[in-house]
């Protein structure tokens, strides 16, 4: 594996990288865009690239956490060669090389999707989703939108159904906005309804070839409907994914939540800070999460924006309203 040359020169305050059987081209990105990231993450390091070589000037100990940021990503390059924003701040914002090591290599593959496609947990807190749902039978996923919350939670649900070790899915969702218009939108209740389910049938199609997933929704083996439809049934030997989990009532939520049978996975995703409830009603989410967080079997997991697996812009607009609401308050 590529180690670059590294030159320390302390009465300087100083440090040389010089890059080898590397593109420097490449490894800086089109007109320095890698550098000016790094630029911006260390901000009080003068940092210039030129040539095969990066030299950086500054506090000691800011150039060794520069000195070993720059070494994984460099391994990072070695090993791909490739390298783009996203994995520059997971390198950048992982607290120890282990955390990036989890999130760059990003475990076994969930499930082999349509065209091939290889489907794993992308990111250090996916991961952990991954871990909480082998060890729990009931699991929150709490964050913002982008951050794989539900994706993930469709490819376990797809891995269990595959494996035999379920023998249905099903996905739900709490119909608010389309509770408010359905009965102006045109067709049956179904056709009302699809529009609202989409995001779940998207995920679906990148894992299961269109007609056998059609065949899984005709005959049951997959069932995807609004929250309503789970009263007074007994959900057993079923992966059930609850999605946006924020806009269930109290009721919504104690029902839903009781609803699970024998040999039943239970997945709650929502992001808090995206309520479509009336002013004055408490999520049931947002309510659950303080009832049940020590409750043994159950796991709680939180997602952020560093989990951001969407256009590079999902992660800014995170950071601007997050920035906003924080002076708000």
Known sequence: MFVGKITKQTPLNEIVIELEEIS???????????????????????????????????????????????????????????????????????????????????????????????????TVNQRKLVESMRKNDMVFAIGPAGTGKTYTGVALAVKALKNKEVKRIILTRPAVEAGENLGFLPGDLKEKLDPYMQPLYDALRDMIPAEKLAHYIENGTIQIAPLAFMRGRTLDNAFVILDEGQNTTHN?????????????????????????????????????????????????????????????LVKKIIEAYKHIENADN
């Open 252 to 312: 919504q939520m104690k029902m839903f939540l009781t609803r699970m049978g024998k040999n039943a996975k239970f997945l709650l995703t929502g992001d808090p800070g995206q309520i479509d409830l009336p002013r004055r009603t408490i999520s049931g989410l947002k309510e659950a999460l303080l009832i049940l967080k020590n409750v043994e079997g159950v796991g709680i997991v939180f997602l952020d924006d560093k989990d951001v697996i969407r256009h590079k």
């Open 24 to 122: 420097p081209k490449e490894f800086f990105g089109a007109h320095n865009s890698n550098i000016e990231l790094l630029k911006k993450y260390f901000p009080k390091l003068k940092i210039v690239a030129r040539g095969n070589k990066v030299k950086a000037f500054g506090d000691d100990e800011l150039l060794e956490e520069f000195d070993r940021k720059l070494d994984m990503l460099l391994s990072h390059f070695a090993k791909y060669n490739k390298l783009d924003e996203n994995t520059i701040e997971r390198v950048l914002t992982s607290q120890t090389s282990d955390d990036y090591n989890t999130s760059a290599q990003s475990g076994e593959v969930l499930v082999h999707g349509v065209s091939g496609r290889l489907i794993k947990a992308e």
